[in-house]
C-alpha cells in the first residue's frame, strides 16, 4: 500500500512539473506515446493540400500521432531523397514511383510490408495485379495509391475558339505532328503550336517503342532499344521542330517537367504528354477546359503502346522507427472514405473497388473525366512491363538533356542517339 501511495506522489509531482513548464511558456517533452512521422511527397500544390488535409483527418482520429509533410517538384524530389536515403533520413512515409522501386529496394532502403498484410494493411480488394505493382523480387514494398496510364491533356476551349478539331485517340504520330502545325497557324499566335516537343519525354518514347512490338526494358532490366530505334525517335522530333510544327529548343528548354513550367501552362502549346492522374493539377493552372484522349496510336496492325500502372505508391523507410503507424498511414489514404473522398483521383483512380465505388459519386466534372479515361482505356492498353533497373530515373533525364542537344543543333539525331544508348548501357552497367 505504501509502494502505491509512492509512486502516486511521483505521478502527481511529475504532473504538477509538466504543468509548470507548460505555464511557463517552455516547450513540454514529447510522451512516450507520441509518434511523430515524416512524409515526402512530389507534386503540385493541388496535391500539397489534398495531403495535408488527409494528413489532419488521420491525426485527429489518432491523438499523439504527428505527420511532417514536405514536398518538391520532381526533379527536385529525386536527388533530395537521394541525399536523405544516403544520410539515413529518410522520411518514414515515402511515395515512390514505379521506375524508381527496384532503385531502392534492393540497396535495402526500403521495408518489406508483407508482415502488415492483413492485419495493418487492408489492401486485399485492390486485386493481384494492383498489389503485385508494388513488388520486387516477390515481396511487398510499394502500396498503390492509385491506377493511372499516360495521356495527351489538351485544351478543348482554345480549339474550338480558333476552329481547329480536338486531337484523336487513334491518331499516328505523323497526323499529331500535322495537327500541330495547323494549330500554330490557325491560332495566329506567336510562340504557340498544337503540341509540345515531346522527344524528351521517356514515357512518350516508351509508347512509341512498344507499338513496334519492342520495350523500353528487357525482364532482365537492360536497354531494350537499339541506336536506330532512337535515331528514328529523335529524328521525328527533329523534323517537326524544321517544320517549326512544335517549340524550338530555346522555348521547350523552359518546361523543368513540373505542372507549372509545362508548355501548356507557359501558353506555348495546346496538348502536352502527362499522366491521367495529373488533369486536375494542369487544369488549376489554366483558364480555359481541359480534356483528355490517348497517346497517338502507331497505326495500323500497331501493338498497345500504353498500359495501366500505379500512378504513385507509398513506401517505407527500412529505418523507420515507426514503421507499423507509417504503414497505418498509408492504408488510412487508400482505403479510409473521408480520406478517399478528400484525395479524390487526383493521384490516380483508387485502386480499392470499394473506395472506388465510394468516390465516384463525389467527383466532381473534372475528376470524372478522369475516372472515365480510365474506363476508356482498359482494353485498349498492353501488359504493365517489369519495373525498370536501377538507374532508369537517371535515363530518364538523359533523354530530355540529349534531346535539348538535337534541338539546339549541337549534335545531329543519330550522333544523340549513338551518345543515348552509350550512357544508358554505362548507367545500368554501373547500377
Request: some cysteine.
Amino acid at each position: 500500500m505504501a509502494t502505491l501511495i509512492t509512486n502516486r506522489r511521483q505521478v502527481l509531482k511529475a504532473g504538477a512539473a509538466l504543468g509548470g513548464l507548460a505555464a511557463s511558456g517552455l516547450s513540454m517533452p514529447a510522451l512516450a506515446q507520441d509518434k511523430r512521422l515524416r512524409m515526402f511527397w512530389w507534386g503540385s500544390k493541388e496535391r500539397a493540400d489534398r495531403t495535408s488535409k488527409v494528413n489532419k483527418l488521420y491525426e485527429a482520429a489518432h491523438p499523439g500521432v504527428s505527420i511532417n509533410g514536405e514536398t518538391l517538384g520532381w526533379s527536385d524530389y529525386w536527388p533530395r531523397l537521394a541525399t536523405q536515403t544516403a544520410g539515413r533520413n529518410a522520411p518514414d512515409v515515402i511515395q515512390m514511383d514505379y521506375r524508381y522501386i527496384v532503385e531502392y529496394a534492393r540497396r535495402g532502403a526500403l521495408l518489406p510490408l508483407d508482415d502488415y498484410m492483413p492485419s495493418v494493411l487492408k489492401i486485399e480488394d485492390f486485386g493481384k495485379p494492383a498489389i503485385d505493382c508494388g513488388r520486387v523480387e516477390g515481396k511487398l514494398y510499394g502500396i498503390n495509391l492509385g491506377v493511372n496510364s499516360t495521356t495527351k491533356v489538351y485544351d478543348a476551349e482554345t480549339l474550338q475558339q480558333i476552329g481547329v478539331e480536338e486531337p484523336h485517340w487513334d491518331w499516328t504520330w505523323a497526323e499529331y505532328g500535322d495537327w500541330s502545325l495547323r494549330v500554330a497557324q490557325a491560332s495566329k499566335r506567336d510562340g504557340y503550336w498544337g503540341i509540345e516537343d515531346s522527344g524528351g519525354i521517356e514515357a512518350a518514347l516508351e509508347c512509341w517503342l512498344r507499338q513496334q512490338g519492342k520495350a523500353l526494358y528487357t525482364a532482365d532490366g537492360k536497354p531494350a532499344f537499339d541506336v536506330q530505334d532512337v535515331t528514328g525517335w529523335l529524328g521525328f522530333w527533329h523534323e517537326l521542330r524544321q517544320k517549326k510544327a512544335i517549340p524550338p529548343a530555346d522555348i521547350q528548354a523552359l518546361d523543368k517537367q513540373t505542372p507549372e513550367t509545362n508548355m501548356l501552362a507557359q501558353g506555348h502549346a495546346a496538348s502536352i504528354q502527362t499522366n491521367s492522374n495529373q488533369l486536375v493539377a494542369h487544369q488549376v493552372l489554366s483558364k480555359t477546359k481541359l480534356k483528355l484522349t490517348m497517346q497517338p496510336s502507331g497505326g495500323p496492325g500497331s501493338k498497345p503502346g500504353q498500359y495501366m500502372k500505379p500512378s504513385m505508391l507509398f513506401s517505407i523507410a527500412a529505418r523507420s522507427q515507426n514503421a507499423e503507424e507509417a504503414a497505418r498511414v498509408a492504408n488510412f489514404y487508400v482505403t479510409d472514405p473521408e480520406a478517399g473522398k478528400v484525395l479524390g483521383v487526383e493521384r490516380g483512380v483508387p485502386a480499392s473497388k470499394t473506395l472506388r465505388d465510394t468516390v465516384a459519386p463525389t467527383l466532381d466534372e473534372l475528376s470524372r473525366a478522369m475516372l472515365d479515361y480510365i474506363s476508356f482505356v482498359t482494353d485498349k492498353v498492353g501488359e504493365l512491363p517489369p519495373s525498370p533497373p536501377k538507374g532508369a530515373g537517371e535515363i530518364n533525364f538523359l533523354l530530355k538533356r540529349i534531346n535539348e542537344q538535337v534541338g539546339f543543333e549541337q549534335s545531329s539525331p543519330a550522333e544523340g542517339a549513338k551518345q543515348f544508348v552509350d550512357e544508358a548501357n554505362s548507367i545500368i552497367d554501373r547500377g
